[in-house]
C-alpha cells in the first residue's frame, strides 16, 4: 500500500521536489499550501511528469493561527490518515514582517504555526502505518538562541538571527515530539536537506559561511533527503535524530538541550493555549 504524505508548502522550491519525488516513488502526496494558485500549479506539475499519482491539495495559511485551526479540521473531515507529515513550509523576510496574530514572521511561520498544526494532525498519524513527522530545519540552526523577548519582534531585525531561532525551534520541538509520542509509535526527526544557493546567505558570517557553502546544492538534490526519510524502510522506527547527507548530524549545543526544549515546548503550548502532550 502507497503512503500518504502530507506536505506543507510543497507549491515551490525543495518542497515541490520533495512532492514530485514522493510521486515518482509511488506516494499518494497531500499538498498544504497558503497560495491556492502556486498549490493548483503545482498540482498540474507533478500529475503532468507522474500521470498516475494521486495528488491533492488543501489550504493552509501558517501566518494565521485561526486559519491554521480551520484547515486542519477540513482537513481531518476529507482524510481518514495521514502516514507522514512534512513541516517543509517556511519563510525568510529580509525585511521584519509580522504574521496576523502578531508574532514575528518567520518564527510564527517558521515554527510556531507548524507546531499547532502537527499537534491538530496528531489524530490522522495515530491512524497511520508506521507514522512519521519530519521537520525541515537547517544548519543555521547553529546561529539560534531562544529568546520570548523576540517572539513578537526584535530590534534591530537581523534576518540570520531570526532564522536561526526558528530552526533551532524546529529542532528542540521534534526532540520533545521524539520523546513523547514513542509510545504511540510516532517518530519525529529533524533534517537540514542541504541548502540551496539564495540570496540570504550575503547576510551570513564568513564562519557560518564555511558551514553553509560545502552544503548548498539545488531543489532536486535536497529533496532526497526528506523523500528518504519519508519513504525508506531503514528509518522506521528511528526517532529523535537530526539528519543531514542521509545521516546523523551534529546538532548544536542547544539543540541538544533537553532542558531547553522542554521549557520552549511548555511556553509554546501557553502561547497556542493548548495542552501539552
Known amino acids: 500500500m502507497s503512503k500518504r504524505v502530507l506536505i506543507t508548502g510543497g507549491n515551490s522550491g525543495i518542497g515541490l521536489c520533495t512532492a514530485e519525488q514522493l510521486a515518482g516513488r509511488g506516494a499518494e502526496v497531500i499538498l ?38 480551520n484547515s486542519a479540521a477540513t482537513i481531518y473531515q476529507e482524510l481518514g490518515h495521514i502516514d507522514v507529515l512534512i513541516n517543509n513550509a517556511g519563510v525568510v523576510p529580509t525585511q521584519q ?11 510564527g511561520v ?21 507514522p512519521r513527522i519530519l521537520h525541515l530545519a537547517s544548519v543555521a540552526h547553529w546561529l539560534g538562541r531562544i529568546n520570548k523577548k523576540t517572539w513578537r519582534g526584535r530590534r534591530p531585525y537581523l534576518v540570520l538571527d531570526a532564522y536561526g531561532q526558528s530552526k533551532l525551534a524546529n529542532i528542540l520541538f521534534s526532540n520533545v515530539l521524539a520523546d513523547r509520542l514513542a509510545e504511540l509509535g510516532i517518530t519525529s526527526n529533524a533534517l537540514h536537506p542541504g541548502g540551496v544557493d539564495t540570496p540570504i546567505f550575503r547576510y551570513a558570517p564568513k564562519a557560518i559561511m564555511a ?9 532536486e538534490k535536497a529533496a532526497r533527503l ?52
Do not use: W
Open 226 to 277: 526528506p523523500v528518504s526519510l519519508a519513504l525508506d524502510p531503514q528509518y522506521e522506527g528511528v526517532t529523535g535524530q537530526y539528519f543531514a547527507n542521509f545521516k546523523p548530524a551534529m546538532r548544536s549545543p542547544l539543540a541538544r538541550n533537553s532542558k531547553l526544549a522542554e521549557t520552549l515546548y511548555y511556553d509554546t503550548m501557553a502561547e497556542l493555549d493548548m495542552p501539552a502532550l
Open 32 to 69: 498544504a499550501c497558503r497560495d491556492k494558485d502556486k498549490g493548483q500549479a503545482a498540482v498540474a506539475r507533478i500529475k503532468n511528469a507522474h500521470p498516475s499519482a494521486k495528488v491533492r491539495l488543501f489550504s493552509l495559511d501558517l501566518s494565521d493561527l485561526e486559519s491554521v485551526r
Open 97 to 107: 514582517q509580522y504574521t496576523k496574530d502578531g508574532y514575528e514572521m518567520q518564527f
Open 110 to 130: 517558521n515554527y510556531l504555526g507548524p507546531v499547532l498544526f502537527t499537534h491538530l494532525m496528531l489524530p490522522l498519524l495515530q491512524k497511520g502505518e508506521n
Open 211 to 219: 558551514l553553509i557553502r560545502p552544503t548548498l546544492t539545488t531543489p
